[in-house]
């Protein structure tokens, strides 16, 4: 059985999500995270930041972005 996140989707469905995106989406939700990346830094500075463990989650997701990203990119070629 596949573990929930704590926005309902598996892993599974999450990286399928992403993956159904086209080249412009993938770049606004890259955007987007790296955004939420450097508030999510700066709260920890500021000793705000309640769950730690949200910026490895950000940086899983930003790889996983740049991965489709880079598979898109080859398929065009």
Avoid: C, P
């Avoid at 309902?8 to 469905?13: A, E, K, L, N």
């Avoid at 920890?44 to 930041?49: D, E, R, V």
């Amino acid at each position: 059985m596949a573990k929930k996140t704590k926005t309902g989707q598996t892993g599974q469905r999450k990286i399928d999500a992403i993956k159904n995106l086209g080249v412009k989406e993938l770049e606004a939700r890259l955007a987007e995270v790296r955004r939420e990346t450097f508030e999510a830094k700066m709260k920890l500075a500021t000793g705000q930041l309640e769950n730690t463990s949200s910026l490895w989650k950000m940086r899983k997701e930003i790889a996983r972005i740049k991965t489709f990203m880079g598979q898109k990119a080859e398929q065009k070629a």
